[in-house]
Every structure is written in C-alpha cells, then in structure tokens.
C-alpha cells in the first residue's frame, strides 16, 4: 500500500526565506505526483503537477522536484511571504489506479512578516 | 478553469439525524467524482469513488449504508450520512474528474465541515 510521509509536520519562517518542503512515498509506480495548498477550513488548490516521466516543474516562486526511483519530492518556495502560510499537502496517484490518491499528512507553513 | 462547488459549507446537526451533502461541477461535465474526508490535523482519505449513473465504490472500511453516495447526474453527487454521530464529524471534500480533454486532472470542492451533536 502506498504510503505518502511530509516533512516537516510544521516549519515556521521570516519573511525572504527560501525553503523546501519534503515528500517520500515508499511505492514508486506512480502516475504522478501533484502539490497542494490549503487553507484553513478551505478546499485544496493544485500548485504543481509532476508526471512520472518528469524530473520538475515550476510555477511563479514555486519549483517542484520529483526522483521516483527514491520515491522523493521536493517543494521548494522562494522569498517566502506572509500569503504562503497555508498547509501544504502533496499526492501521488498510482499506476494501476490513477483515480485514487494519496495524500501526505501536510506541512503547515507559517512565515511571519 | 473549472469549479467545483458543495453545499453547504457548514452544518451541525443533532446525533442521529442524516446529512446530505451536494458536490457539483459548475463548468464541465465530471463522469467520475470522489468523496474524500479529513479529520483534524489528518490528511484526506478517500472515502468512496462514484460514477455517474451507477453504484459509488467504497474503500476499505468504510461503510456504504452508512455513507450514501449517489450521482445521479454529470454534475452533480451526493453524500448522505445516515444516522450520523459525533465520530462522524469531518471536513468533507468532493474532487470531480473531468470527463475528456482533461482526463487526468481532479478539481476539488471547497469542503463541507460537519458537526454532529
């Protein structure tokens, strides 16, 4: 079963920063893997997606990394501002059923003004 | 790009009463919608998949007489929880697959927050 594991759980920056949040997932027959932001009480809204035959893809700030074969993804944000605080979620899709998929638990992102 | 909506946003209800809950997709036509739910400080399990015009298919340990799916059209799915109870209380989000062009890609609604008493 695959299984999708987000570190750090929580991270807590000053405004500027740059940062990278973490993604593994022991499976890696996926279909793709995809970013997500939410926001508190809210739905999700899709950052960035990654097929299985991508190596990266970037959005404004936003530039995600994904090496199947170490079952690894990275979100990387540069100069963090305070409007990217929100939890971040990433999820892959398998192979044999791409409908379905699975998510990590989240990395909720602070970054103070 | 397409949207997804639920209604309603927010309901509390009173143990033992059944919640219906609508998904639906504003611009396209969704063949396939998902019904997902998300305790606190939990990341979102799929709950069920459901295809227009036949029975929704449940994972694993979840129950389907408890949790009523039906998607009776191309835009629109429901979820009913029957005889709800405080366990039951979640955020409840509904994903939609885009039927042709975008096969591959699943717009999410805004979730529903269910309380019960």
């Known amino acids: 079963k695959q299984e999708v594991t987000q570190i750090p759980a929580a991270l807590s920056v000053p405004e500027g920063e740059n940062l990278v949040l973490n993604c593994s997932f022991t499976?890696?027959?996926?279909?793709?893997l995809q970013w997500f932001r939410q926001d508190p009480g809210k739905g999700l809204t899709s950052l960035l997606l990654?097929?299985?035959?991508?190596r990266e893809q970037t959005s404004g700030r936003l530039n995600a990394s994904l090496d199947k074969s170490s079952g690894r993804s990275t979100l990387y944000i540069a100069a963090s501002q305070p409007g990217d605080s929100a939890t971040y979620l990433c999820?892959?899709?398998?192979?044999?059923?791409?409908?379905?998929?699975?998510f990590g638990s989240g990395t909720k992102l602070n970054v103070k003004p | 790009g397409a949207v997804v909506s639920q209604h309603p946003s927010w309901v509390i209800c009173k143990s033992g009463t059944s919640v219906k809950i609508e998904c639906r997709s504003l611009?396209?036509?969704?063949?396939?919608m998902f019904w997902y739910r998300q305790f606190p400080k939990q990341s979102l399990m799929l709950m069920a998949t459901?295809?227009?015009?036949?029975?929704?298919?449940?994972e694993q340990g979840v129950e389907k007489d408890k949790f009523l799916i039906n998607h009776a059209s191309l835009t629109l799915s429901t979820l009913t929880v029957t005889s709800a109870h405080p366990e039951d209380s979640s955020f409840y989000i509904c994903?939609?697959?885009?039927?042709?062009?975008?096969?591959?890609?699943?717009?999410f609604g805004p979730g529903t927050r269910l309380l019960v008493l």
């Open positions: 611009d396209f036509q969704a063949t396939t």
């Open positions: 990654i097929q299985s035959s991508q």
């Open positions: 994903s939609a697959r885009v039927a042709g062009k975008y096969q591959e890609t699943q717009y």
């Open positions: 459901s295809n227009e015009g036949s029975k929704a298919t449940y």
């Open positions: 499976d890696s027959a996926i279909y793709n």
């Open positions: 999820a892959v899709r398998g192979t044999y059923n791409f409908n379905k998929f699975y």
